[in-house]
């Protein structure tokens, strides 16, 4: 029964759109890169649970890709976000119209339907401070349903990293 929820879950989120763009400085040698740590200060920005959820998604995805955490790390993560609410894409048209001898004319009303939207942009910055800096990063875009479940936030924020972490290291 759980994993049917799981799999359900997953769907879902699925079908809300993630929008990620890549970066990176050129020439850079990632097959350098072995471990990584996050900053001590970092501020994401994101409530405790969620930072929770996205740094446990985030460990998980990296050491699948064979990296490693480590106090002396080859480079850190600083990651940020933000919210803002959208305009509703889904409205209602109400027209009224009419026309005779040879008079026309009309009016429209688009009403808004359900609640609006928030979107939340969260930054992935890959920092090499003993070399060149910033030498990565991706920003996602989703729309984030601040009422949603633990399970539902953990799917997302499972979601955001693997579409993040898709292009990392990248094919030069």
């Known amino acids: 029964m759980r994993f049917s929820s799981l799999f359900v879950l997953l769907i879902i989120v699925s079908c809300a759109p993630i929008y990620v763009n890549h970066d990176y400085e050129k020439g850079t040698d990632f ?5 990584y740590n996050y900053y001590d200060n970092i501020n994401t920005g994101l409530s405790d649970f969620d930072a929770k959820r996205l ?6 995805a990296l050491q699948t890709k064979g990296f490693q955490m480590s106090t002396s790390p080859d480079f850190y993560i600083d990651i940020k976000s933000s919210e803002r609410q959208s305009m509703k894409r889904n409205s209602v048209g109400v027209g009224v119209g009419g026309s005779g001898s040879h008079v026309g004319g009309g009016v429209s009303v688009g009403i808004p339907i359900g609640q609006p939207n928030i979107d939340r942009k969260i930054q992935f910055d890959f920092v090499d401070e003993n070399g060149i800096g910033l030498f990565w990063q991706a920003i ?5 349903k601040p009422n949603a479940k633990p399970e539902s936030r953990e799917a997302l924020f499972k979601a955001i990293v693997n579409k993040v972490l898709k292009e990392f290291p990248p094919n030069q």
């Open 140 to 144: 996602s875009e989703s729309t984030f």
């Open 55 to 60: 740094f446990s998604a985030l460990d998980e």
């Open 31 to 35: 097959s350098k890169y072995k471990t």
